[in-house]
């Protein structure tokens, strides 16, 4: 069972006790894989600099230019077993056959209880989960790309999958799809500067702050 992370008072944020601060919130990205989701995060995370983003743990090997710590924490299957059974995850999926992927306790807590406001990207299943935990404190968007074919166009033209990952990922998107009037907000990521404002918009709303432009 999840516990609520504790508030830690004396302790000082931006010179304010942290009793005095807004509790911090969450902001989940999903999307069906090629749909523009790192681009869109890579936005907001600049130009909303407060942001911090949660390091998930996956068995998937690094892709492109991806390093451990970074993007993911990049583990063994054998690990990813181990957290599972040991509860350390908030939530966990097998995102692909074989393939899990899962947010840890330790991280999110941690940048929680120190006041960050925190950018998650989980699959429809884990961004449904943590939905649930943190209720109102947590904002879901989906981000949906304009169709299947032009998903398939930009995974191709990515070149970082090989063409079996691109057909897992394609076959999956259809029931990702179904999942996207669940969310708070769904961003059809068509042209990508209107995708990029509309995503913006949609985090500075929600966390109530300015941007740097
Ligand atoms: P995801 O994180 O959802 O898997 P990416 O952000 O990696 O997707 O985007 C997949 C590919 O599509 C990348 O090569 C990216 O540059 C490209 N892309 C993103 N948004 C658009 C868009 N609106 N139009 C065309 N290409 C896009
Ligand atoms: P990718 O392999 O493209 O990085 O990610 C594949 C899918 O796994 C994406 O939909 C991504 O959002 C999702 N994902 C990444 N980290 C997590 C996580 O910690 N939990 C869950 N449930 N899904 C995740």
Not at 76 to 92: C, K, Y
Not at 142 to 164: H, M, V
Request: net charge neutral; charged share 25%; hydrophobic share 35%.
């Amino acid at each position: 069972m999840y516990s609520k992370p504790q508030r830690i008072e004396h302790k000082t944020i931006n010179n304010l006790p942290t009793s005095l601060t807004p509790m911090s919130k969450l902001i989940v990205f999903c999307a069906p894989s090629g749909s523009g989701k790192s681009t869109l995060i890579a936005y907001v995370m600049q130009k909303l600099p407060s942001l911090t983003f949660s390091i998930s743990a996956t068995n998937r090997p690094p892709r492109g230019t991806e390093r451990n710590g970074v993007e993911y924490h990049f583990l063994s299957t054998r690990e990813m077993q181990q957290h599972i059974a040991s509860g350390d995850f908030i939530e966990w999926c097998e995102v692909y056959p074989g393939r899990y992927y899962g947010t840890l306790r330790s991280e999110t807590d941690r940048l929680l209880e120190a006041g960050q406001d925190v950018v998650l990207d989980l699959d429809v299943i884990g961004a449904e989960n943590v939905k649930k935990i943190y209720g109102s404190r947590a904002l879901t968007i989906f981000i949906q790309p304009p169709s299947i074919e032009e998903l398939r166009k930009r995974l191709e033209q990515r070149a970082t999958d090989s063409p079996e990952v691109i057909e897992t990922r394609v076959e999956r998107a259809a029931y990702e799809l179904s999942f996207a009037t669940r969310f708070d907000k769904c961003i059809v990521n068509d042209n990508l500067t209107i995708a990029k404002d509309e995503t913006l918009q949609a985090c500075k709303a929600f966390l109530n702050v300015g941007s740097i432009d």
